[in-house]
């Protein structure tokens, strides 16, 4: 019965401007639907909404004559007739996402062998400027797990919360391209490049928040950031709170390079701070600083995503030195009928093979997004090496395709395998091999329009010696999910 809310959507979407003119482009890196894009790159025209709402600007609207679609009344809601940039503004999303596994990770843990359940997500925001300069963002969430409740984890599980609530004020120009810099305090959702290191984790119910300051500079294209921020510590059953043990600051700049070969270049260094750390090895305070670039773009018919970071720091009594490779280099044959796009992305993120004497090699992703390999969510990428061919399909503009295959290594044979928690799934096999398995991927989703997406997943992986060695098997993974936003 709690699926009715979208019935009664789905009876009234003509009615909300599914059939208005076409709202402006969003850049898919930026789009709501980029952290569930995994096998490929995105498409070229997704939802006019962004995975970081606070991102959106709705002035335009002061104009009446601009209004194409149901919601913008809710979307800008003037407060000062004589400031046009002093207005309210309103929006949510509703996401019912079922999700079945067989043999949830590898069958080795607590979970049942058979497990199945329906995700609601209801999240409403409310977006004041007062003025060009000064504006407060606040954002509720109610996360429900429908079947197996009884384990449901905190970030599937909160039937009230706050998501976010900061205040920003700008200091130069304020103008979208004009120089600036805005200084934010309060709890904020964060996502940065690839959101390898740094993202807002959309698959489970509530998305990582952070709770500090930030410091955003500002011109055309470019941008840097600053902050320092402990991360939410989810609760089922109350407001999520800081997590104490645990900080993050860093720094992440981000330029168009103006060369021959469109790219943007980003820089960064990020520090985080753990009280305590488990990996194979055991648990200790950890203090890592993470070093890394990324040169992203695309040209002719060609899309490329490079990124190499290095790790530093100390875990324990051990010195940190581990290092990661994202690779992702497509080419769309746009001409063709339905567009194809070949893909394949290759990682390394090293583990640790030193022992307890040596120094510590184990890659640490921080606060990484969901379904980083596939939307099955079942490795973390800690001691992972990996090959992830596939082919993305467009048959209409409102429906893509995916189809993809990864195969999966162990980066160290003394290390195991994590999931994606950085729960310790496999434990190393004495003379196994570093082979993990190999997966087989299928997705469509559907964009009926501005608001609503649907998204229908698979994922097989087929598990090696090693798997089975470690008392692990093979899984399977079925996802469905539907999401109204506005």
Partial sequence: MHACPLSLIALALPAFGL?????????????????????????PHPPPYTLLRFNERYDSLADPLNHIDFFDPAKYIALD????????????????????????????GNEPDDLSYLLQRVALHADLHVNERLRFFVQGLSALQFGDRDSASPINQNPLDLQQAFVDYTFGDPSPDGP???????????????????????APNVPYKFDGVQIIAAQGAARLYAFLVRPGQESRHQFDGENDGQSLWGV????????KLPATLDLYYLGAHYDSRRYIRGSATEDRHSI????????????????????FGTFGDRDIRAWTIATDTGYSFRSLPWKPRFGLKADYASGDSKGPDGHYGGFNPLYFKSG???????????????LHPSLQLVPTRSLTA???????????LNDGVYGPAGNIELRPVPGASRYIGNTAEAALTWKAGRHWVWTASYVHLFASDYVRAASGSDVDFLGSWATFTW
């Fill in 180 to 202: 600036k810099v805005i200084a934010r305090a309060g709890r904020f959702s964060m996502n940065y490049g690839s959101a390898r290191l740094i993202a807002t984790r959309a």
């Fill in 19 to 43: 059939a208005a003119a076409e709202p402006a482009k969003v850049d898919p890196a930026t789009s709501v639907l980029s952290e569930y894009t995994n096998a490929a790159a995105p498409d």
């Fill in 292 to 311: 890394g670039t990324r040169l992203s773009g695309s040209a002719g018919g060609w899309s490329y995503d490079w990124e190499p970071i290095v790790q």
């Fill in 372 to 386: 980083y390999f596939n939307d099955a969510s079942i490795i973390r990428p800690t001691n992972i090496a990996d």
């Fill in 402 to 412: 995916t189809l993809a295959v990864d195969l999966l290594w162990r980066a160290s």
């Fill in 252 to 259: 992440y700049a981000s330029t168009p390079t103006h060369l």
């Fill in 81 to 108: 007739a004589s400031d046009p940039h002093s207005y309210l503004s309103f929006g949510g999303e509703l996401r019912e996402r079922y999700e079945h596994f067989d043999n949830a990770g590898f069958g080795t």
